[in-house]
């Protein structure tokens, strides 16, 4: 019912930045929350950050200790897309970055609460 795909990952210096992008198709996108997880190679897939759905009261975003203030999610209702600002990128950013979205409105980090997933898009920050 959700479909959801991925794009602008690639090859980064470290200190350097990268925006992905999720565009997101088969359900009014306004009333999704919505997250980014990443999953480097032989380990578990990890929250990054979450958006809660626009018409929340909470209206909020939540970020992995990781990544707080040096990422941003973003969400352009018009477009049908979310983003992922990544600055000050370090070789431990490294991963396939997945977006994904939830039925509740607050902006979780279990990946299980997560139903509908893109396929991935690599991102790589050489040192």
């Known amino acids: 019912q959700v479909q959801l795909v991925e794009s602008g990952g690639g090859l980064v210096q470290a200190g350097g930045s990268l925006r992905l992008s999720c565009a997101v198709s088969g359900r009014t996108f306004r009333w999704l929350t919505m997250g980014w997880f990443r999953q480097a190679p032989e380990k578990e897939r990890e929250f990054v950050a979450a958006?809660?759905?626009?018409?929340?009261?909470?209206?909020?975003?939540n970020y992995a200790n990781s990544v707080k203030g040096r990422f941003t999610i973003a969400r352009d209702n018009a477009k049908n897309t979310l983003y992922l600002q990544m600055n000050s990128m370090k070789p431990e950013d490294t991963a396939v970055y997945y977006c994904?979205?939830?039925?509740?409105?607050?902006?979780?980090?279990?990946?299980?609460?997560?139903?509908?997933w893109g396929q991935g898009t690599q991102v790589t920050v050489s040192s």
């Open positions: 958006i809660s759905w626009s018409g929340a009261s909470t209206n909020s975003t």
């Open positions: 994904a979205t939830r039925s509740g409105k607050y902006a979780g980090q279990d990946p299980a609460d997560y139903g509908y």
